[in-house]
């Protein structure tokens, strides 16, 4: 009976330390940008949505890195959690919008992943990176252009806030509203005038005529 619970022990305590090492090679090939390592491990039954010691699960690590070669690894494990969030209410695609990690964002859509979550979305962060091939990504993935964070912020008011001029005049051609306010009653307009964006703010104005069609008398 001894011998069985010896041996009973003696597996346990090896499966412990396996699972210790998988775990530390997990989090090294994000840092390594192994995507072959990553591989072996996932085929291992590595759990894709593991959390680092302070609880950040790896696609987040691995955006952070940033590991290209291993999120693109990670972003087809079968049984990872695309929509998950961190702390701050953003998603793996948030993050690559803000970033302007192109091959990552086109991955995450073609996985279908949430464009259009509730609050701040990928679009408002696009609009904030200011990448024109990013915001059309979301926009042919159907991505609301409207959007309207919890203080009534539209992606259109954060680029007028950071983006290039190419970036706000694609947004308007798209449609996005000029004439909407936030919830301190502040515009597209408002908001570039605010941060001395003169320019940004005159071409929100003529389209603002432009919609409003010649001037009658």
């Known amino acids: 009976m001894l011998k069985r619970w010896c041996i009973a022990l003696a597996c346990c305590l090896l499966s412990s330390v396996v699972q210790a090492g998988a775990y530390e090679d997990f989090f090294s090939a994000i840092e390594r940008d192994s995507a072959p390592a990553m591989r072996n491990l996932l085929a291992r039954g590595m759990d894709p949505n593991t959390v680092n010691p302070e609880g950040i699960p790896a696609i987040f690590v691995a955006i952070a890195s940033p590991a290209l070669d291993v999120l693109a690894v990670l972003v087809q494990a079968p049984d990872i959690q695309l929509d998950v969030r961190n702390r701050n209410d953003e998603t793996p695609l948030m993050l690559a919008c803000l970033k302007g990690m192109t091959p990552l964002v086109q991955q995450l859509l073609a996985r279908e992943v949430d464009v259009n979550k509730p609050g701040w ?97």
Do not use: C
Request: glycine fraction near 6%; avoid cysteine.
């Open 121 to 217: 979305t990928p679009l408002h962060y696009a609009a904030t990176k200011g990448d024109e091939g990013i915001i059309q990504l979301l926009l042919d993935h159907y991505a609301y252009i409207d959007a309207e964070s919890p203080n009534g912020t539209t992606p259109l008011m954060m680029a007028a806030m950071y983006a290039p001029k190419a970036a706000v005049e694609l947004l308007l051609k798209a449609g996005a509203d000029p004439t909407l306010k936030n919830q301190l009653g502040m515009t597209a307009v408002d908001f570039a005038n605010r941060l001395q964006r003169s320019e940004i703010a005159q071409v929100i104005q003529a389209e603002i005529r432009r919609r409003n069609g010649p001037a009658t008398w």
